[in-house]
Structure formats: C-alpha cells, structure tokens
C-alpha cells in the first residue's frame, strides 16, 4: 500500500536451462517496462473518453484536471497523470504524492490568470502554502511559463513553503513575465 506509482521492469527468459535445442538463442531474454500502481492510486487523464469532474479517479474513470485529481485523493495516495499539457494553476495542501505516468509526458502551463496565494505569491505550483507541513512529493513533472501578462505575473514555477517536500525529476521552463527582455520577475 506504500508503494507509489512507477515504472519497474519484468525480464522474460526463455529455456533458462537450455534444456530444448532451439535455432535461435538470441530471442530468448526481453526485458519489457511495466508500470506498478499502488492500489490507493488516482488517476487523471484529460485525453480520456470517461473522464469526469466529479467523482473520479479511478483507471477506468480518471479526473480530467490536475485539480480535481489532488481533490480526489486523500493524504498517503498518489495522483498518477497521463501525457500532456494541463493549463491549470496548482495548490498541494494534502501528503500526497503527484507524478507524471511517463517521465517528462506531463507540463503544467501557466492559465491566463494565476491567482496569488496568501503571501501574494503567484506561482505555477504551490506546495504547502500553508501554516501546516506539508509533505508532498512531486516527480517527473513538467512545469511551463511564462507567465499570463507582463511584469509580475508570476513569482514562482514551483513555491516549496516547507522543505521537507521531495520534487525529483521535474522540469521548469520559461519561468517568466511573458515579455522578452523587459522584466525577469519568475523564479526557476
């Protein structure tokens, strides 16, 4: 139940003892990736045909956004995202774990309006902002600017309030007003 989602490999050997004479020895050893998800998973695909706002998260009705996916779970689960880019704005106030299925297959871009937190920061992803500890994890994630105007549109790509949270693997690109030149204001 503790384990989180991720990509193990199972190796297939054929005739181990070579006990049967064969032609061909070389096609018998294929290793092939598989993906484990620990039984508390929620899923999020917003490419999904069954896809839903409410009530969802499972593999055979995954939440549509980030969002909702993180509304979803509870504390100790992990949020599973599909490919793709997902415009939306991220809060992570629960001990969860959020992880793209494929490395590098999943971008949170900047929507038109990012809103301040409570210390009036305006970021991509917002982890723990809050007076609570927060102890998310987030892995193999893609994180995308600039931000929606000109100077002072975003403050951060991803604000960690707690540094107990584990982002590993993770992408910042174009973390920035969306001006060229006149004013630098995000942090990567």
Not at 26 to 55: G, I, K, L, M
Not at 158 to 187: D, S
Request: some cysteine; glycine content about 8%; aromatic content about 4%.
């Amino acid at each position: 139940a503790s384990t989180f989602a991720c990509t193990n490999v199972v190796i297939a050997f054929a005739n181990y003892t070579n006990s049967i004479v064969e032609g061909n020895v070389t096609n018998n050893c294929t290793p092939t990736p598989v993906v484990v998800y620990a039984a508390n998973t929620v899923f999020v695909d917003q490419a999904s045909a069954t896809a839903a706002d409410v009530s969802c998260g499972t593999d055979a009705i995954p939440c549509k956004t980030i969002t909702e996916g993180l509304a979803a779970a509870a504390d100790g689960q992990t949020v599973v995202v599909k490919s793709g880019t997902y415009v939306e704005q991220l809060s992570i106030t629960k001990n969860v774990i959020l992880a793209s299925v494929l490395k590098n297959t999943v971008f949170v871009q900047a929507p038109a309006v990012l809103v301040p937190d409570s210390n009036g920061l305006k970021s991509i992803v917002n982890i723990g902002g809050g007076a609570t500890t927060i102890n998310a994890s987030v892995i193999h994630m893609g994180v995308r600017g600039p931000g929606p105007s000109s100077c002072g549109s975003i403050s951060y790509g991803v604000f960690v309030a707690h540094p107990t949270a584990p982002i590993t693997g993770n992408q910042e690109l174009a973390v920035r007003a969306n001006t060229v030149m006149a004013c630098r204001t995000g942090v990567d």
